[in-house]
């Protein structure tokens, strides 16, 4: 017959692991001497992994702090609301994921944007932006993917769109709700091969860039109603801020 003792290891009122004594010989039996000595190894292990736990916490936010000190950026305010987008922007920044910046007009979102190209790995290569709702559908699908010599009236020489220009660095979509649906369709492809073509031309071209967009407007409430993609919209949402 095995004898067998179990103590609970608790930090902070939660079971966090089990000392566990066990014997196979059936004449050492487990008695309240090696409940005590069980008892107070569990006691000395929980305030130890409660001291590490709370050493990485503290290690994780000197980090963040950090990064949040040594950011870079244009953007003004120390409150908690906006000590909170520096700490998220510090996280973002890095990394290459696409950003959804989302507010109302006039509250920065291009400063935003802005600051989490200049503390990325792009931060050397270029920043381009464009404002969506500034620009006719037409002039807008020629700003952004460029055209082709001769590809309509008026186009005289081969011109490069925003994105061959944003090609290594960050391409900032201003007020993206009012993308035009063939020209969100279009954007998908890019986000989905890395590829795109110019307005007239039929040779695909290769781009490498973070997309960072931004809207005043509901883009659920959007994909509902039609009005925006869903593929596209779950491409852009992967951060919010």
């Not at 973002?92 to 944007?113: Q, R």
Request: aromatic fraction near 4%; proline fraction near 2%; charged fraction near 25%.
């Amino acid at each position: 017959v095995r004898s067998v003792l179990c103590v609970p290891l608790i930090v902070l009122d939660e079971v966090k692991g089990v000392i566990y004594l066990d014997s196979c010989d059936p004449a050492a039996r487990m008695n309240e001497d090696h409940l005590q000595l069980a008892t107070a190894i569990a006691g000395i292990g929980a305030v130890g992994l409660e001291n590490a736990r709370h050493l990485e916490w503290l290690e994780n936010e000197c980090t963040l702090l950090r990064a949040d000190i040594s950011m870079e950026h244009n953007m003004v305010g120390e409150c908690s609301s906006m000590r909170e987008i520096y700490k998220r922007v510090a996280r973002v920044a890095p990394t290459d994921s696409t950003v959804l910046i989302l507010g109302e007009s006039g509250t920065g979102k291009e400063l935003v944007a802005r600051a989490i190209h200049k503390n990325s790995r792009r931060a050397t290569k270029p920043f381009v932006a464009i404002n969506c709702a500034a620009l006719m559908e037409t002039l807008l699908e020629s700003e952004l993917f460029g055209h082709e010599r001769g590809a309509f009236t008026g186009a005289l020489t081969e011109k490069k769109g925003r994105l061959e220009i944003a090609h290594g660095g960050t391409l900032f979509l201003d007020e993206m709700g009012d993308l035009a649906p063939e020209l969100q369709a279009k954007l998908l492809r890019v986000l989905q091969e890395h590829e795109f073509e110019r307005v007239g031309g039929t040779r695909p071209i290769k781009v490498d860039i973070r997309l960072i967009a931004a809207t005043n407007k509901n883009l659920e409430e959007a994909v509902k109603t039609g009005a925006f993609r869903q593929d596209l919209y779950y491409r852009l949402n992967v951060v919010s801020l």
